[in-house]
């Protein structure tokens, strides 16, 4: 289907209110071959999620498939988060326990980055959720370790898909999409 | 297009006059110009005289070759154009090396520049330029913040300064970010004097900087341009 399709990349946000940090993040996960979409607050990140709030209801309404790459209404599927710690306005720890507690985005990993090394503040996040935190400035080193959090959510979603498949029928699974890459062979694009 | 003949400043000896129009070129580094190379067939040169030629090779440090190649009217031999191209990298080389050696960038340098390839082969100069212009918006802010006589808000100056700070570290400005680093001790103090002196250092570290960032980017320029006259040109 769909979902198979446009998924050949990983979809990464970036959020970061620094521009040149921005440039930074976005070159190091072009460079890793994932997609970037990168934006300069943890309110423009929720408007990209669609997590605006009134959306709430019909995201908790739809099942977890709604969280994959498909392009369903307005929804636009991310596979992990990466956002800045200080930021003006909602700090990347707001950002973080606003996606935690939506049930539609609490799956998506999250990562916080921060040029201050301050124990308490990096316990904190990991508490809540964060996979990771990286101190700043970020290396090609850093946005390697992010793979392993994302091909645990999409074997997740494999599962999750090939029961809703066997439940539709066979049709889907002699689509013409297998010839097309498939969520194990990543490195396609 | 015009054809100028280029004459690298190595040391060598000006090549044999035989063949006329051979001139030395001394100019200096801005007014060089660029040579194309036309590609006839080089002629053999037989050396004049023996002991002339004894001269030479004791001087010359292509004397291996076992024979002059002169300077040909219209161009350089393609090696020569190596030799142009060498002494670009040698001279960005060392500029790297004295600013890495005087602790000015650190290895976040070496992470941008390992980001830029073929997909992205402006990326350093980009960011880097978009880290001149926001800085001296900073600095900007800082100073005015500072000598207004009726100053008192350090939480403000303290964010301009931490944006300042990431950003210096993102690019891999070590010494302005220790300049940085010694800025917010003094604000941490409300001392005001001390974040004055400091500003004025960072001032200063951040004009060295960009003129030696500037020196690279040109050097790097001139990299390109020397491989681009590689090729033949077709008339």
């Given at each position: 289907m769909g979902n198979m399709a446009t998924q050949t990349q990983f979809h990464v946000l970036a959020v970061d209110d620094s521009l040149i940090d921005r440039k930074l993040i976005e070159r190091l996960l072009k460079t890793s071959s994932y997609q970037v979409t990168?934006?300069?607050?943890?309110?423009k990140a929720l408007e990209f999620l669609g997590?605006?709030?009134?959306n709430e209801d019909e995201e908790r309404n739809s099942s977890v498939e709604s969280v994959s790459a498909a392009d369903e209404d307005h929804q636009v599927?991310?596979?992990?988060?990466?956002?800045?710690?200080?930021?003006?306005?909602?700090t990347g720890y707001d950002l973080l326990r606003k996606i935690k507690q939506?049930?539609?985005?609490?799956?998506?990993?999250?990562?916080?980055?921060s040029s201050e090394n301050i124990p308490s503040r990096i316990n904190r996040c990991l508490e809540d959720g964060a996979e990771e935190f990286f101190l700043k400035p970020v290396k090609l080193s850093d946005?390697?370790?992010l793979r392993p959090h994302l091909m645990k959510g999409i074997t997740t979603k494999t599962e999750m898909q090939s029961n809703t498949n066997k439940r539709k029928g066979s049709e889907e699974i002699q689509s013409p999409d297998r010839t097309r890459p498939r969520y194990n062979e990543l490195e396609v694009v | 297009m015009q054809i100028v003949n280029y004459y690298p400043t190595v040391n060598l000896k000006p090549f044999s006059r035989e063949k006329g129009e051979i001139k030395r070129n001394v100019k200096s580094e801005a007014e060089k110009p660029l040579c194309v190379w036309n590609p006839k067939p080089l002629k053999r040169v037989k050396p004049t005289n023996k002991k002339r030629l004894r001269e030479r090779e004791k001087t010359n440090p292509f004397s291996f070759l076992g024979q002059l190649i002169p300077l040909a009217k219209t161009g350089l031999?393609?090696?020569?154009?190596?030799?142009?191209?060498?002494?670009?990298?040698?001279?960005m080389n060392r500029l790297l090396s004295f600013l890495f050696h005087q602790g000015i960038l650190d290895e976040q340098f070496l992470q941008l520049q390992q980001l830029q390839d073929e997909t992205s082969p402006n990326f350093v100069s980009e960011v880097v330029n978009i880290y001149f212009h926001e800085s001296e918006k900073l600095l900007r802010n800082l100073?005015?913040?500072?000598?207004?006589?009726?100053?008192?808000?350090?939480?403000?100056?303290?964010?301009?300064?931490?944006?300042?700070?990431?950003?210096?570290?993102s690019i891999g400005a070590k010494r302005i970010r220790n300049v940085c680093l010694a800025f917010r001790a003094a604000s941490d103090q409300n001392n005001r004097a001390g974040c004055l002196s400091a500003l004025e250092v960072l001032e200063h570290e951040y004009c060295f900087l960009k003129n030696k960032l500037h020196e690279l980017f040109q050097i790097q320029q001139q990299r390109v341009l020397a491989a681009g006259v590689r090729y033949p040109m077709q008339h």
């Open positions: 990168a934006v300069d607050s943890g309110s997590l605006n709030g009134e599927g991310v596979n992990l988060i990466i956002t800045d710690y200080c930021m003006p306005g909602m939506s049930s539609s985005f609490k799956d998506i990993p999250v990562v916080i980055m946005v390697n370790k | 031999p393609l090696w020569m154009l190596g030799l142009a191209a060498d002494r670009l990298r040698a001279d100073r005015s913040l500072l000598m207004d006589r009726e100053f008192s808000d350090y939480n403000k100056m303290g964010i301009h300064l931490n944006q300042f700070m990431g950003s210096s570290s």
